[in-house]
């Protein structure tokens, strides 16, 4: 059953330090539109400069996933798109005056709240989901890490965490659902091994760093020197490990909340790919490089599938439109009206047919011994649906014209032959405004696409 796409009622702000930066940040989450994803907005810079949540953006994931596009960085984004994923939130709009979003506790709690606080409403746009029919993986022959995704009736995830030490030990978590990721998963704080926190002083590192946000596992006796460091960076007059090996009395929320945290992060990192999941994710020994690695590995599957899936439409059944209805829309006519049918027609996308004979006038010089179809033309039907799209929206259509404004990623891959039935798939971009239409076209023949094009067009009163 297909669902809405989700966002924000109002904008709800909070504020904190970045855990490496140590820099005070105002986070504001923000409404956004359909189609729009999660986007990170840098109001300290000029210009505001936007930084999408993909895949694609990751530069390194040292301490957390960082993002950069165009010089402007983003860094330790899990957390935050952990908690709007899991609420089933689509889309987001996140405003920073720094380039960390704050720790907090360490955890997704803080954004949970602030984001239900917001209020989640639905949006007037259907929800696109990757539905998992055969199983991916990826996995690091150097550290043995692995990342499975298989398939299941909804998203789950299970995380297994072993780092060789007996203070942590081995621990696993199952999240069988994300409704249960407030109660399960979101409290799950963040946490290190005390050579980490040696390491990451050493390097003038953790800087928003103190023993509230960061669970520190001591696998190793503390010197001198690296207490009264911790004293310093912890703001601490006293530095104890508890029985449980935990430095100084933080109190765990689960004897496995270092392999929640873990799912928490995948989570989070997977929110880079764009899109919701349906399917089950094994992650062994999961850390932000094999999940974003594994993001980009799906990021680059799913856009394959999509560009190349090819819908199936029932052509037996009367059109929406036939020829005539057509040429009571659109301004076209023989031997320039290029589609023969309107099979499907909403006010969000179209879908038409045409059927390729050799009694085309354009096969005459194109070619004489080997007649194709030019590539153009393909482009000029699949405006022409985009047409009847746009023109549906007025009550006197035959007072309009539609002219093109723009074309962009044209690509052809098929040849087009006579005897060829050409199905057109248009789908609009942004909503229609001011007799604007943007859309995303397709065409089809054979059970294959022959060409895909990004095309704008206006209609115009006669």
């Not at 920073?96 to 954004?111: L, T, Y």
């Not at 850390?287 to 899936?309: D, M, P, Q, V």
């Amino acid at each position: 059953m297909s669902q809405k796409q989700q966002t924000i009622q109002n904008k709800i702000s909070l504020s904190g330090v970045g855990l490496h930066t140590g820099r005070k940040v105002t986070m504001t989450f923000k409404p956004a539109p359909i189609n729009y994803g999660y986007a990170f907005m840098r109001i300290d810079l000029e210009g505001a400069p936007i930084i999408e949540a993909k895949a694609d953006y990751v530069v390194t994931t040292q301490r957390g996933t960082n993002l950069e596009k165009n010089g402007v960085h983003i860094n330790t984004s899990e957390h935050v798109l952990a908690a709007a994923y899991a609420l089933g939130i689509d889309n987001l709009c996140i405003e920073m005056d720094s380039p960390e979003p704050p720790i907090m506790d360490g955890s997704s709690k803080f954004f949970i709240e602030a984001l239900e606080k917001g209020g989640i409403c639905e949006q007037e746009a259907e929800r696109k989901e990757y539905v998992v029919t055969e199983i991916i993986s990826y996995k690091d022959q150097k550290t043995g890490s692995e990342i499975i995704l298989m398939p299941s009736d909804e998203y789950q995830i299970t995380t297994m965490v072993d780092f060789g030490t007996k203070i942590l030990g081995t621990q696993n978590a199952t999240l069988n659902k994300l409704s249960d990721f407030k109660e399960e998963i979101a409290n799950a704080r963040t946490f290190s091994f005390l050579h980490e926190i040696e390491m990451l002083l050493n390097n003038d590192l953790i800087k928003g760093g103190d023993l509230n946000n960061a669970i520190v596992y001591v696998d190793k006796e503390i010197s001198n020197e690296t207490t009264e460091k911790l004293k310093k960076v912890f703001n601490k007059k006293n530095i104890s490990v508890s029985p449980n090996g935990i430095l100084d009395n933080l109190t765990l929320h689960w004897a496995n909340e270092a392999a929640r945290h873990k799912l928490l992060d995948v989570i989070g990192d997977l929110a880079l790919v764009g899109t919701r999941i349906r399917g089950k994710i094994i992650a062994n020994k999961p850390g932000h490089l094999i999940n974003t690695t594994f993001a980009k590995k799906l990021t680059k599957i799913i856009k394959i599938e999509k560009r190349n899936k090819v819908p199936q439409y029932n052509l037996s059944l009367p059109p929406l439109m036939d020829i005539h209805k057509i040429m009571d829309i659109l301004p076209h006519r023989p031997p320039f009206l290029l589609i023969d049918r309107i099979i499907e027609l909403s006010d969000k996308h179209v879908v038409g047919m045409k059927n390729v004979t050799m009694n085309e006038g354009f096969f005459i010089g194109h070619f004489p011994e080997a007649p194709v179809m030019p590539g153009v033309l393909q482009v000029e039907a699949m405006a022409q649906c985009g047409g009847v799209l746009v023109l549906s929206t007025v009550p006197d259509p035959e007072n309009y014209l539609t002219y093109f404004m723009k074309m962009d990623k044209v690509k052809f891959k098929q040849k087009v032959l006579p005897g060829d039935t050409l199905i057109f798939s248009c789908e609009l971009i942004t909503p229609i405004r001011r007799g604007i239409c943007h859309m995303q076209a397709y065409a089809y023949a054979n059970n294959k696409l022959v060409a895909e094009a990004q095309l704008m067009a206006q209609i115009v009163k006669k």
